[in-house]
């Protein structure tokens, strides 16, 4: 089992270009969510989904849109990235209803220009 | 929004010594406080969690204090050795959000030979 996966490690972006990051989790978890971390700030969440179909908003949303694809991937997307993005993003995934641990995804490390 | 206040941000210790890094939390619906170690360039990696229902738990040579009344949580490790050397961050459940967590700003713990 690969756990959670994440695409791509490190992505260098131009002020105002659009991305998607990946993830993937083959651990049958309903629960997804997408933090990033910048230095001294900790983890701040983004978006999270509770279940498939569901998705909403966390601490600091501004500049972000996910999809909850199907039960196994929740990508986040950059319409338009700005400098304040940069950082590195994790990728999160639990089972809610039966254990609460959150296992986390490599990260994404993004550098937007 | 909620917040986890966490100190010190930084703590060194000698090697056999003890280390001990107190959290507070401001959301009296918070009752998942969960504990994560992120080594340099790593994922947070879950170390011990500790349920509202439960005031203490131990696990070898870490343990989690929790009282709920006053809303603090603390990491405690004992004969720490230098592989414990690494940046630990709490967090406790934001409420009505299923289980996404709210982050303390983390502790960069140096353990010295």
């Known amino acids: 089992n690969a756990g959670v996966t994440q695409t791509p490690k490190f992505q260098v972006l131009k002020t105002g270009q659009s991305m998607t990051l990946q993830c993937a989790q083959d651990m049958n978890h309903n629960s997804m969510y997408w933090y990033r971390q910048d230095p001294g700030m900790g983890l701040r969440l983004i978006y999270y989904?509770?279940?498939?179909?569901?998705?909403d908003k966390g601490e600091v949303p501004n500049g972000y849109n996910v999809s909850r694809l199907n039960k196994r991937e929740f990508s986040l997307r950059l319409e338009s990235a700005a400098p304040s993005q940069t950082s590195v993003y994790f990728c999160?995934?639990?089972?809610?209803?039966?254990?609460?641990?959150?296992?986390f995804g490599p990260g994404t490390r993004l550098l937007v220009l | 929004g909620e917040n986890v206040e966490q100190h010190p941000s930084t703590l060194s210790v000698q090697e056999g010594d003890s280390a001990v890094i107190k959290c507070t939390y401001s959301d009296s619906a918070s009752n998942y406080f969960p504990w994560y170690k992120q080594e340099l360039g790593k994922r947070p990696q879950l170390i011990i969690d500790?349920?509202?229902?439960?005031g203490e738990k131990k696990d070898q040579r870490i343990a989690v204090t929790l009282n709920k009344t006053a809303k603090h949580f603390s990491l405690h490790i004992t004969e720490t050795q230098p592989e414990d050397s690494a940046v630990y961050f709490c967090a406790a459940t934001l409420s009505n959000s299923g289980y996404a967590l709210n982050f303390g700003k983390g502790t960069s713990l140096l353990v010295t030979p």
């Open positions: 989904s509770a279940s498939e179909g569901t998705t």
């Open positions: 999160a995934t639990s089972l809610v209803g039966a254990e609460e641990t959150q296992y």
């Open positions: 500790i349920r509202s229902n439960v």
